[in-house]
T-cell receptor, first 115, second 108 residues
Framework: EAGVVQSPRYKIIEKKQPVAFWCNPI?????LYWYLQNLGQGPELLIR????????DSQLPKDRFSAERLKGVDSTLKIQPAELGDSAVYLC?????????????FGPGTRLTVL | QKEVEQNSGPLSVPEGAIASLNCTYS??????FFWYRQYSGKSPELIMS????GDKEDGRFTAQLNKASQYVSLLIRDSQPSDSATYLC????????FGGGTRVLVKP
């Protein structure tokens, strides 16, 4: 069974530029998560989707971050404009169980560097 | 604000010994608990999940949960150099909240 796929794996941009990350969850997993992980810290939830509905986006900085999961499978996370403090690893995870309580499986992540 | 606390380490363990990692959490309604292993530069990998009080064993790993005391622990028996990684405790009651992780170093 294929795992969670993310692209790109690495991205270097200048501040104020836009950037987008893509995620394809494990087949059959209707729940999808985006996390941010800073160096030396645990991942922090940005947004949770149940199918195509964003059911928890309370931690998403909506002034510059947006996300979509139009057909309930793939998802895209966008930052516009990027700031220096956005440099981090962006992780996508998926879960078979709904409601946010089940086991979550992570993709390899996208390491973003903002110069 | 939900909190999950872990000792950041590093926890230095001789090869073949038992590594003991602890995690405490603040939200009494939490229902599911997870341990993830994260190698440097890699993403978290799920190694254990536990949902009820007591012990759960899987190979060299044993997770222990005590909801009354609000702690969950992970034991790694016969530690190997390949176990050197950061271990993240995660607590879930509709949202997965991670601790900061404990770095484990297994020395040959």
């Amino acid at each position: 069974e294929a795992g969670v796929v993310q692209s790109p794996r690495y991205k270097i941009i200048e501040k104020k530029q836009p950037v987008a990350f893509w995620c394809n969850p494990i087949s059959g997993h209707n729940t999808l998560y985006w996390y941010l992980q800073n160096l030396g810290q645990g991942p922090e939830l940005l947004i949770r989707y149940e199918n195509e509905e964003a059911v928890d986006d309370s931690q998403l900085p909506k002034d510059r971050f947006s996300a979509e999961r139009l057909k309930g499978v793939d998802s895209t996370l966008k930052i516009q404009p990027a700031e220096l403090g956005d440099s981090a690893v962006y992780l996508c995870a998926s879960s078979l169980q709904s409601g946010g309580a089940g086991e979550q499986f992570f993709g390899p992540g996208t390491r973003l560097t903002v110069l | 604000q939900k909190e999950v606390e872990q000792n950041s380490g590093p926890l230095s363990v001789p090869e073949g010994a038992i590594a003991s990692l602890n995690c405490t959490y603040s939200d009494r309604v939490s229902q599911s608990f997870f341990w993830y292993r994260q190698y440097s530069g890699k993403s978290p990998e799920l190694i254990m999940s536990i949902y009820s009080n007591g012990d759960k064993e899987d190979g060299r790993f044993t997770a222990q949960l005590n909801k009354a005391s609000q702690y969950v622990s992970l034991l790694i028996r016969d530690s190997q150099p390949s176990d050197s990684a950061t271990y993240l405790c995660a607590v879930n009651d509709h949202k997965l909240t991670f601790g900061g992780g404990t770095r484990v170093l297994v020395k040959p």
